[in-house]
C-alpha cells in the first residue's frame, strides 16, 4: 500500500472519487476466455513460513481452477518449511516441485527462474503467508487477465490473515490429512498475549487501509484509466511472457535488485509500457501481517520501492504535463485506426518509447501519489515545528471525520464496522506519515551521494 494517501483531503483521493462518481467507460474489445485451454503455473515464494506454507498449499487445492504445476522455492529456511513442504508433497494433492536454495536470494530470482523454465500461459505468484479465501480465486483473475489482450496482472481483494482463518483453515480435510501424517506441524502462532495484541492492531490498521485503497483509490484508477499502478503482490496472475520480458529487459541493468518491493517495480514497468494491471473486487485472499513494532520497517520498504521505482520511470512521473501532447495524439491515432466510441484508456500504444514521448494516463495517479509522499509529511512536520498545534488539531479532525464519512459512501460492505475502525486507527495513520519524513530524506540522501564508478546513490 506504498501509494495510499496519508490525508483524505488529497489529489489521489479526489482524483479517485471522479473515477468512482463517473463509473467505468470499458469498451475495449474482448476476448471469449476457454479457461480449459489456459495453463496456469503457481509459484510461491517462501521464507521460514512453517507455520503457514500448509494453509496456502491447502487453499490451491480448493480451487475450482486447478494448477498444473505448483514451484514452491524455499528461500533458505531456517525452520520446518521445507518439511512441511515435503509432508505435504507426499499426499499427492498438487503436482509439486521443491526448490531449496542454500542462500537467502529474495523473491526476484525465484520469479525469473520459473518463468524461464514454466511454458504456462499464467504464472500465478502466491506469497507462502498468503491464503486464497474464495475457491474461485485463480478462475476469476485469470479469466479478468486474459480476456483483453494488454493486460499483464490481475489480482483480488486482501485482507489480513487473522487467527480465526487458521482456526477455520485447520479444519479442512487436506489438512486434516497433514496433521495425521505429520502431527508436528504446526499451524497456529505460539504468540504470547503481548504478541497477540500487536498483530491485532497490525491487522486492524491494515483491514482498514485495504479496505479504503482497494474499494476507492483502485476502483478509482480503474474506472479512469482502466489499469492500477500495481498490484497487491501477495496472490498476482500475471502473462507469463509479459513477466519474461520484464526480466529480460532488467537483466543488465538491474539484475535481481527491483528495488525493496519487487510487485511495485513491476507494476510500474507494466504500465510504463502500455499493459494494465487489474483487481477483481468478487474474490479474496488474506495475507499475514507483521506485529506493529515491526510495521515501519514494512512501510519503509514499501515507500522506498515507490520513490525508486518513480525515478526509474520518470515519463509516468510527468505525465501530466504531456497532456496536451497526449490529447493531441490520441485524436490523431483514433482518425487513423479507432471507432469515435472506443474508450482511449485501453487502446494505448504499447512500448517504452510512445511513453516517453506522450506519457501515460495513468501518470496522474503516480505523480499525485509521489507529491504527497514528500510534501506531506513536511508540511506536518511545519506545523509540529511552528508549534502550530491548534491548526494541526483541527486538520486532524476534520480529516478523520471525512475518511469515516467516505468509507461508509464508498464501501463496499460492512460499512459501520468499517467507520468505527476508521476512527480508531486515526493515530497509525498519522505515525505512517513521519515514517516517510525518513524514508523521503533517506532517498534523496541515497541519491545525492557520490558511489564512485557507480554513480549517484543506488542506481545501478
Known sequence: MAAAPYLIISPLTFMSMIGLLRGSQETAEQEEVVLDEVTVDVVIPAHNEARTIALALGSLT???????????????????????????????????????????????????????????????????????????????????????????????????????????????????????????????????????????ITNLYRDVLYYFVQNIIYQGELALFGTLVNPLGCAVAYRREYLLDLFRETEMTLGDNLTASEDIYIGFNFIDRGYHNVQVLEVVVHSMEPEVQKLPKQLYLWSSAWLQ????????????????????????LARDILDDDVYIPYQEPLGRLYAQESGRPIGWAVFFALFEKITYPLIMALFIIAGWFDILGYTILFESVLFTLLLGIFGKENKLMYMGKGLLITPIRYMSIFTDIFTVGKFFADLTRPRGKEGRGWRK
Not at 99 to 108: A, P
Not at 309 to 332: D, G, H, I, Q
Open 62 to 200: 480448493k480451487q475450482t481452477k486447478k494448477p498444473r504445476k505448483v514451484f514452491v522455492v524455499d528461500d533458505a529456511s531456517t525452520d520446518e518449511t521445507v518439511e512441511v513442504v515435503k509432508a505435504f508433497t507426499a499426499l499427492n494433492a498438487l503436482d509439486l516441485v521443491l526448490i531449496e536454495r542454500r542462500e537467502n536470494q529474495g523473491k526476484t530470482p525465484a520469479l525469473k527462474q520459473i518463468a524461464r523454465f514454466s511454458d504456462a500461459d499464467v504464472l500465478f505468484v502466491l506469497d507462502g503467508d498468503t491464503v486464497l479465501i474464495s475457491d474461485d480465486y485463480i478462475e476469476r483473475v485469470v479469466i479478468e487477465l486474459m480476456r483483453i489482450p494488454n493486460r499483464a496482472s490481475s489480482c483480488g481483494f486482501v485482507h489480513p490473515l487473522r487467527t480465526i482463518d487458521r482456526e477455520k483453515a485447520r479444519s479442512w480435510p487436506i489438512i486434516q490429512k497433514l496433521l495425521k501424517q505429520r502431527p508436528e506441524t504446526k499451524i497456529m502462532y505460539d504468540d504470547t498475549r503481548l504478541s497477540s495484541i500487536s498483530r491485532g
Open 309 to 332: 521505482s518513480s525515478y526509474y520511470f520518470p515519463e509516468l512521473l510527468t505525465s501530466p504535463f504531456k497532456a496536451v501532447k497526449r490529447r493531441r495524439a490520441r485524436r490523431e
